[in-house]
Structure formats: structure tokens, C-alpha cells
């Protein structure tokens, strides 16, 4: 089982033997723009780029990777992978084994100025913002709950340009954080091989119910969305192919990067490696937000439990409910462990989108 595994340290090792010849191997440069999210802009942390009254005004945050698909990379990881999956997704392999294209410049237009920004050492596109309520309404369009902000990200000779979206998350308002592997989407992240499997090849494949009872809380409480996820920006278009043709409500995705300095591969996957990365995120969200409720939505089969118990201790008035989607109906000890010190009607479990209430409160 584990020999497929194995192979992928190989490549990773044997890869760095011949980084001098990568411009034989080196494939299409493409640009991805991950969804984000605006807040109201609170503190004096970041210097203030139009006159306007900063009550009023909004940071905005961009979030992408540009890369350049490396077919050496993409060939070694399709052979690996074919010794635990079949029918293999030969776009996602070239996603996830691209290779990062660092400090390059990339200009964004379309709203009331450009600026250039440059891609960090990975490739990565990470860039924070302001505007005035009046610019961003103007600029605003439909999407989401609150609508949207779009934007446009090209290299300087304009021959690569990549439309982004900002979703907007003011003070008040009620939110749902959502994981997505095996809440929302069947991944099976407690087996390698089914990670490797539902992941690289096949149709994603959604939890029964979950898109409807999404819909349904999106109209009933006006609420915004925000998927926080361990799974890797790599695979972004293809996770926001499943998003659409499930009907799943629009917002910001929340997601880890992937870097193949890291030759612990499937440690990536695991549940202690992603423990600090969504707490600082589900941070953001209550420190950003001065009075908005937040519903959270997780699985058991990793460590939103104890995620989401830690941050209910921090910020108990502001959690309306946290769902736990479970494998049996029988509440497991951990969970009782787990969420001890949280009152009972404040969490639940469910098995699929039918188990939950029309109603949370």
C-alpha cells in the first residue's frame, strides 16, 4: 500500500538533482485567483491609500498562485499514482506538481487604480488593501450574500490575466465556516489511499443533502459563506468546479498551500499539520468582525472538534451552533470529552445534509 507513497519522496529527491535542466521540462504558465473575503476596516495597521474616513472604508484581501506546470514533476507523480489510482486526472496531477513562479510582478486593475504587487518565494499571491465604502459599492456585484468585488490580476505584458472575486463580510450578520473534505465533500482523508483516489481522479463527490440545507440557511439567515479547508490552493479550480455544479452557496475559500520543499508529502494531509493554520483563519474572521455570529461546520474524522471547541472558549456569545458530521449517530466519547464545556445546544452531529434542522435557532 505504501509503495506509491514512497515513489513521491523519490521524486521529490531525484528532482532537486536536476533543478539545472528544469527549462527542458518547464510547460504553461497559468494564474489562480482563490475567492477571499473583505472586512471593515478596524485598526491602524495598514497605511491608508485614498482619503477617506476609515470607519468607512474596507480591507480587501487577495489571495492566488502563479506557477508554471512542470511536465518532469507531473510524469514521475502520474507513475507514482498509478500504483493506488486508476483513471488519473492528468489536469489536477499538472496543477498540484506546478511549480511556483517567485517574485514575479503582477499588476491589478479594474478597480480605482492599479497597483503591481509581486509573488512571494512560492509563487503566491498575497495581497491586502484598502477602499472607501463608496468605491467598493460602486465596484460591488452580485454574488454571495452580501455581493462581491472584482478585480483583475495580469503579468505586466498582459498576456496572462486572471479575473478575482472578494466577497464582502461586514460587522453584523451571521456567517457559516465550513470545512470541506468529508463535511461537504467525500474525501476519506482517515485513508491515504482514498485521499490519493478521491482526489486525483473521478468526479468529486458531494455528501448527500449538504448543498440543499446550505442554500436553505444562505436564504433563512442571510448568511455569508466561507469554505476553510486543509486541502491545497493547487486544487482550487477543480474544488470550485464541485462548488458550482453542486449548487453550493458562493464565497471565500480558505485553503494551504503545498510546497515540495516539504518531502514529508502526506503529513501535509494529516490532522496535527493544519491545526494552527485554521485557527489563525477562524481568528481573522472574530477579530475582523466586530458583532457578526458565526456558525461552524466540521467532521470528526480530523480535528475540527478541537478546533472549534478552543475557539468557542474564546469567543462563546458569538458561536450560534457547531455541527460535527460523524460516521454513526452514537455520540462518540471524544466528543463528549471534546466539547465538555460547551452547553449541549450548542452542538450537534449529523451523518449527511438531511440530519440537520430546517432551523438552528
Known sequence: MLKGFNIISYIILFEQCILTLSFLFSGNKQLILVPSVAFRYHSNDIEPTTNTHPSDDWILYAQG?????????????????STVVSNINRKRVSHFTGSGLKYKTLCMDGLTYEMCIKTDGDGLVKKQFQLSNNNVQNFRVSGGTYGKVEYFLSTTDKTIQTKGEIFLC????????????DTIKLTGVTSVRSILRNTFSGQYKPIPGMSERYRHY?????????????????????????????????GSYHMRHFTWCNINFFEFFSSNSF?????KILHMFFQETRS????????????????????????????????????SKNVSNRLNRVFQHIPKYKWDIFLNGFDLPEKIF
Do not use: C
Open 292 to 327: 457578526r455570529k458565526f456558525i461552524l461546520f466540521g467532521d470528526i474524522f480530523q480535528k475540527d472538534p478541537e478546533i472549534y471547541a478552543n475557539i468557542y472558549q474564546q469567543y462563546p456569545e458569538r458561536i450560534l451552533k457547531i455541527f460535527i458530521r460523524v460516521s
Open 170 to 181: 461586514d460587522d453584523n450578520g451571521i456567517s457559516i465556516i465550513s470545512d470541506i473534505d
Open 218 to 250: 444562505e436564504l433563512y439567515y442571510n448568511a455569508t459563506f466561507h469554505y476553510l479547508t486543509a486541502s491545497p490552493d493547487q486544487l482550487y479550480p477543480f474544488l470550485h468546479e464541485f462548488i458550482q455544479r453542486e449548487q453550493f452557496p458562493l
Open 65 to 81: 498562485w502563479f506557477f508554471e506546470e512542470n511536465r518532469f514533476r507531473a510524469k514521475l507523480a502520474r507513475t507514482a499514482l
Open 275 to 279: 491545526i494552527k493554520q485554521k485557527t
